[in-house]
C-alpha cells in the first residue's frame, strides 16, 4: 500500500496545475440559439350573438320584414288555391313544386349536401315548415275564414321563441317577455272578438300549425347560423319531394282540379312565393338577428293579412283591428329594442 501511495504522490508532481496566465487557444464561435419557434395563437372563441345595435341585427330586421310581407299573402293565396284544389292536393303540390324550384336552384349553384350532423335539424324543420304547417293551415281554411286564421297563427311568434329557449337554453331579458306576452295577449283578444268566443275544428288544426311551425323555425333558425339560409330551406324542400311527389299523386287521383284564374296562381305564389322565396328570407334573417327575436316581427303578419283578406278575399275588416295593429306594432318596437 505504501508503493502505492507514492506512485500517486510522484504523479500529481509530475503533472503540474496549468498556469491560468498563459493564453488560451481561441475557441470556435458559439452558434447563436435558434428562435423559438413561433407557436400558432388559439382560435377565437365565437364572439356572443349580435346585439340589438350591430350592423348585422338591422339587415336581419330587414330580411324578416320581407320575409313577413311574403307570408301574410299565404292565407289568401290557399283561399284562392283551394278555389280549384281540394286541401290535400293544395298542400301536397304546393311542396311538390317548391321542392321542384329548390333542387333547380341547388343544382344551378352547386350547393354541396349538408353535413350528417345538420340532418337531425333539417328533418325537424322540413316537418314543421314544408309538411305539418301547410298541410294543417289548409285544413283549417276549409272551415275558418281567413281572417279568423291569421289572428290564430298571431300566435306563433311567442310559441316560437318558447319553443326556442327550450331548445337552446337562451334567455331573453324579462323585457322581452313582457313584451312578447302582451303581444300575444293583443293577437287572443283580436281573435276572440273576431270569432265571437266560438271554437270550431279548424281551430284544432290552427293550433296544432301553431306547434309544428314553432319547431321548424326554431331548428332552421338554429342552423341557419351554420349554414347559408339557401341550403337550410333548399334541403329541406328536396328533402320531402319524395313525400310530397306520391301526396300529389294520391290526392290528385281522389280530389277534383279546377284550374281557375284564383286557384293556378294562389297555387303557384304558395309554392314559389311563400315556401321558397319567404322561407329563405326568414331564415336568413333569423341567422343575422337570433330566432327569438326575429319571431317577434311576424306579430304584424295577421293585420298584413287582414288587408290582403280585405282587398283579395272581400272580407270584412272588423273596427278593432286599428287598434290591435297600433298595440302589436309597440310590442315589436319593445321587442327589438330589447336583448333576446
Known amino acids: 500500500m505504501r508503493d502505492n501511495d507514492s506512485a500517486i504522490q510522484a504523479a500529481r508532481i509530475a503533472d503540474p496545475a496549468p498556469d491560468r496566465t498563459a493564453p488560451t487557444a481561441p475557441t470556435a464561435p458559439t452558434a447563436a440559439p435558434h428562435p423559438a419557434p413561433a407557436t400558432t395563437p ?24 320581407l320575409g313577413v310581407v311574403f307570408f301574410s299573402l299565404t292565407f ?7 278555389d280549384g ?30 353535413h350528417r350532423r345538420h340532418w337531425g335539424g333539417l328533418a325537424v324543420a322540413a316537418s314543421g315548415v314544408v309538411i305539418g304547417f301547410p298541410l294543417l293551415t289548409t285544413l283549417a281554411l276549409e272551415t275558418s275564414t281567413t281572417s279568423h286564421a291569421a289572428v290564430i297563427v298571431g300566435l306563433l311568434p311567442l310559441t316560437t321563441a318558447l319553443y326556442s329557449t327550450v331548445r337552446t337554453g337562451s334567455r331573453p331579458a324579462p323585457l322581452f317577455w313582457v313584451a312578447a306576452l302582451t303581444g300575444a295577449a293583443v293577437v287572443v283578444a ?25 319547431a321548424g323555425y326554431a331548428e332552421g333558425g338554429k342552423l341557419a347560423r351554420e349554414l347559408p339560409a339557401l341550403e337550410v330551406i333548399g334541403w329541406a324542400l328536396v328533402a320531402c319531394l319524395p313525400v310530397a311527389a306520391v301526396g300529389s299523386a294520391f290526392a290528385l287521383a281522389h280530389e277534383p282540379v279546377a284550374l281557375t284564374s284564383h286557384s293556378v296562381p ?43 283578406a280585405v282587398l283579395l278575399l272581400g272580407e270584412r275588416l272588423s273596427p278593432a283591428a286599428p287598434a290591435a295593429a297600433l298595440a302589436v306594432l309597440v310590442c315589436i318596437v319593445v321587442v327589438q329594442r330589447s336583448r333576446a
Not at 271554437?199 to 290552427?206: E, K, M, Q, T, W
Open 266 to 308: 294562389g297555387l303557384v305564389w304558395g309554392a314559389v312565393a311563400s315556401q321558397f322565396v319567404g322561407m329563405l328570407l326568414w331564415y336568413r334573417a333569423m341567422g343575422l338577428a337570433g330566432v327569438a327575436r326575429t319571431s317577434q316581427v311576424q306579430l304584424a303578419q295577421p293585420l298584413l293579412t287582414l288587408v290582403w
Open 42 to 65: 388559439a382560435p377565437k372563441r365565437p364572439g356572443p350573438a349580435p346585439g340589438p345595435g350591430t350592423p348585422a341585427t338591422g339587415i336581419g330586421a330587414v330580411f324578416a320584414v
Open 190 to 214: 283580436f281573435a276572440v272578438q273576431q270569432s265571437g268566443g266560438a271554437l270550431a275544428v279548424g281551430d284544432l288544426f290552427l293550433c296544432g300549425a301553431l306547434l309544428v311551425c314553432a
Open 85 to 114: 284544389f281540394g286541401p290535400w292536393t293544395a298542400a301536397a303540390l304546393r311542396a311538390l313544386i317548391a321542392g321542384v324550384v329548390a333542387a333547380g336552384v341547388l343544382t344551378v349553384r352547386r350547393v354541396p349536401v349538408p
Open 76 to 82: 289568401p293565396a290557399t283561399s284562392w288555391a283551394l
